[in-house]
């Protein structure tokens, strides 16, 4: 069974995502990590943004396996903080927004979740990558609740001001994508997830999926 996820950043997802697939035993898949990870390979090449056919080249001539705790590893080296640093926060939503670079990693996910039971989430798994996944989740919560638990996380030196203009930024890139662009897919149950708790959430999606394994359909 695939359970595919979409919503915009800092919505909870990949929070939800990790404790499905970890209460479900099913394997996960995060595919902003994988952008990120071109993202970093780039930064280590020293390829500039404008050179887009050089990373396109670089983007499809990695080896990227990818991990089911997360973790991306491109070769012998292992990624995981490196994900969230600020140069690749700083790039990713460009290195995303290039059409072939899609592709390569559409591939690298739908390999990973072949033959397999997987929660993957992103921006385009509901419209793009799993259009017919047997669950679909759009979640969603307001840009002020957002950036406010992403500024809690505290992971970053922003103030919640600039994470959450930070934030809007990233909306506009996401949902103004030529290709892949965040958006509720036909079939998929949306969640607005302000005020609730993470166990409210995972409660609301667990009892969906289980509906729909049963074979109740949407
Ligand atoms: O979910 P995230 O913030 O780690 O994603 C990193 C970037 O990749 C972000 O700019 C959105 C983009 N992305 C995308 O375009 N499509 C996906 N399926 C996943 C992420």
Do not use: H, P
């Given at each position: 069974m695939i359970v595919a996820m979409d919503g915009p950043a800092g919505c909870g997802k990949s929070t939800i995502a990790k404790l499905l697939?970890?209460?479900?035993?099913?394997l996960y898949i995060n595919s902003g990590n994988i952008y990120r990870a071109i993202a970093w390979a780039s930064i280590e090449q020293a390829i500039p943004l404008e050179?887009?056919?050089?990373?396109?080249?670089?983007?499809?001539?990695?080896?990227?396996?990818?991990?089911?705790?997360?973790s991306i590893c491109i070769g012998t080296k292992c990624l995981s903080a490196e994900l969230r640093s600020a140069a690749v926060d700083a790039i990713v939503a460009q290195v995303s927004a290039i059409p072939e670079i899609r592709v390569v990693v559409n591939r690298i996910v739908r390999n990973?979740?072949?033959n397999r039971d997987a929660v993957v989430e992103g921006r385009d798994m509901t419209t793009v990558v799993f259009p017919d996944a047997q669950a679909k989740f759009f979640i969603d919560a307001s840009v002020e609740?957002?950036?406010?638990?992403?500024?809690?996380?505290?992971?970053?030196?922003?103030?919640?001001?600039?994470?959450?203009?930070?934030?809007?930024?990233?909306?506009?890139?996401d949902r103004n994508k030529a290709v892949g662009a965040l958006k509720i897919a036909p079939g998929a149950v949306y969640l607005d997830t302000s005020g609730l708790t993470i166990e409210q959430v995972y409660e609301k999606v667990n009892s969906k999926i289980l509906h729909l394994r049963d074979g109740h359909g949407e």
């Open positions: 697939s970890q209460r479900l035993g099913f050179s887009v056919d050089t990373l396109v080249a670089l983007a499809r001539a990695l080896s990227i396996a990818y991990e089911s705790d997360g990973a979740a072949e609740e957002r950036a406010k638990r992403r500024f809690m996380q505290g992971s970053s030196s922003f103030s919640y001001e600039q994470t959450l203009e930070n934030i809007k930024l990233r909306d506009e890139i």
